[in-house]
């Protein structure tokens, strides 16, 4: 079986080439330091497995599989699993999903090349046949699974990337609340127990533009009303920043309220989260993350204990210590706070106190 397209001086000098230019351009636009780890170590480690993959798959499809293909998973590879070590603490449910149908299809492939039958009399010579396209797909399949690593970290670009003007990118706090007022006056509970859902989700969605500004949010967050498990009242989805509410919940302005806030507020954890794990080991013992706990956020993202999914009242409180749930209370109390009196204030300002003397002319 042979798929020989490039010859040995070829194979190995292009493999070496592109090795190279990959790891200039990585180092250039996505290289981050692992977990722990100083930056001038991390690119120690980058390059040695760059080096070693390109000698064992040298050693591996010298002599067989030399062609463009096979080039680029070499040169690929590498490049995919120290992208999965700086990102493994946060990922997006979307690529879990990938991995998932990627594999499915992998295990596919080597079922059918496993069970396939040929036309060949020696039972060394199938051996060695299947074990070829195993040890091929195979290849392919990490060579997909790199490639989908690397646009997870590039599009999870580290905190500092953006180059947009702060000046620019500075939001007036105020004038938002001011231009949502109409929004704010609707959480009043006369007021709203006369809207519809849909106009109940546009209040919660104009709310998360405030939210956004306050936090500091960078992500497009979307609100939506839709059906949950029962008892849930509200969840956070970090793979597309969707906050779903559920319509039991719409009884009350107020309760609507804090369960919106509730879950935004998870949504700030995870972009914190999210910068902690984008920056080098120096970085990461910053007061200002030793002061949020965000190691420990990093931590129960990773092993979240969903209140939907406790079996008895040990996990559910392991669900309610949880420091991102704790945290996310402390915040919707307090802003639930401020929006009541946020309205309170809109209506004295309105009410102007009378001056007795108005009116009397001295003679």
Partial sequence: MRQNVLSKNEYIINTFFYSGVTFIIYDLILFRSLKNVSGFISVVILAAMVVLSDMIELIIDLSWNRNWKSV????????????????????????????????????????????AKFS????????????????????????????????????????????TDDTESMINEEQIIADNMDAILRLQEFEWCKLSKEQCQEVLQRICIIEKAHLGINEDIKVVITNLEEHIAGTF???????????????????????????????YEYCVSL?????????????????????????????????SKAENEEQLERYYKQLIEIDSRKYEEARTIFYLNTISEYWNSLIKPRNWGDGIKNE
Avoid: W
């Fill in 72 to 115: 680029l998973g070499t040169v690929i590879i590498p490049f995919g699993v120290y992208s999965y070590y700086q990102i493994s603490d946060v990922l997006p449910q979307t690529f879990i999903l990938a991995v998932k149908i990627i594999i499915g299809i992998g295990i596919t492939c080597e079922l059918c090349i496993l069970t």
């Fill in 237 to 267: 989805d970090p793979s597309d920043f969707t906050v779903k509410i559920s319509p039991k919940t719409l009884y009350s302005a107020t309760n609507s309220l804090s369960t919106c806030l509730h879950e935004i507020y998870h949504g």
């Fill in 275 to 307: 910068a902690y794990c984008s920056v080098s080991a120096e970085y990461k013992d910053l007061y200002i993350f030793r002061q949020a706990h965000v190691s420990d956020y990093v931590h129960e993202f990773k092993n979240y204990q969903a209140a």
């Fill in 120 to 163: 060949i009399i020696t039972k060394k010579r199938v051996v060695c046949i299947k074990v070829k396209l195993s040890y091929v797909c195979g290849k392919c399949l990490i060579t997909c699974l790199s490639f989908i690593i690397i646009l997870c970290l590039l599009f999870k670009p580290a905190p500092g990337d953006n180059n």
